[in-house]
């Protein structure tokens, strides 16, 4: 005999599957990396600094 299948759980489970994979195709397309991340902050810390030493008070 066949095993008995809940539908609704199969279409779900099934749907879950496709959001994750278009997620995981979205991520490497637009993603950065940690370092890429981490050097922006950087770049953006020293133009604070920077615009900040050349204020006049």
């Given amino acids: 005999m066949s095993e008995i299948v809940n539908l609704r759980q199969v279409k ?3 749907a879950r599957a ?3 994979a278009e997620a995981a195709a979205r991520r490497t397309k637009f993603g ?3 370092a890429e991340r981490k050097q922006r902050a950087a770049e ?3 133009a604070e600094h ?3 030493g050349k204020k006049l008070d």
């Fill in 50 to 52: 920077d615009l900040d």
């Fill in 32 to 34: 950065r990396t940690k």
């Fill in 44 to 46: 953006q810390a020293k």
């Fill in 12 to 14: 779900k489970r099934r």
């Fill in 18 to 20: 496709e959001k994750e």
